[in-house]
């Protein structure tokens, strides 16, 4: 099992920055891939950014390339998310995710990552 919490989210203006924590425990960190996904209300949750166990590689959706930065520290079993230039559509609740993706296709599917967070809001106004 691993457990992952998430924090940093909040209230911020367009145009601001948030930097997203995911606090890992459990089994080895290093062995998992990790992933953000986010679900605005009504809609299905979709892929934010990921990163390989290594953080050799990273993976992000078209709609956040070159705003959002995916990095981790393994010695601390963390992954974050630096969010900058945010938009009222970047409105949503963000997952922690850890799974173990092999091709590169499957980076960016709910459906390999095994362990899930609670969820943290980030909410931008417009």
């Known amino acids: 099992q691993v457990q992952l919490v998430e924090s940093g989210g909040g209230l911020v203006q367009a145009g601001g920055s948030l930097r997203l924590s995911c606090a890992a425990s459990?089994?080895?960190?290093?062995?998992?891939?990790m992933a953000w996904f986010r679900q605005a209300p009504g809609k299905e949750r979709e892929f934010v950014a990921a990163?390989?166990?290594?953080?050799?590689?990273?993976y992000y959706a078209d709609s956040v390339k070159g705003r959002f930065t995916i990095d981790r520290d393994n010695a601390k079993n963390t992954v974050y998310l630096q969010m900058n230039s945010l938009k009222p559509e970047d409105t949503a609740v963000y997952y922690c995710?850890?799974?173990?993706?092999?091709?590169?296709?499957?980076?960016?599917?709910?459906?390999?990552?095994?362990?899930w967070g609670q969820g943290t809001q980030v909410t931008v106004s417009s």
């Open positions: 995710a850890a799974g173990q993706p092999y091709y590169t296709n499957e980076y960016y599917r709910e459906t390999q990552y095994n362990y």
């Open positions: 459990g089994r080895t960190f290093s062995n998992y891939a």
């Open positions: 990163i390989s166990w290594s953080g050799g590689s990273t």
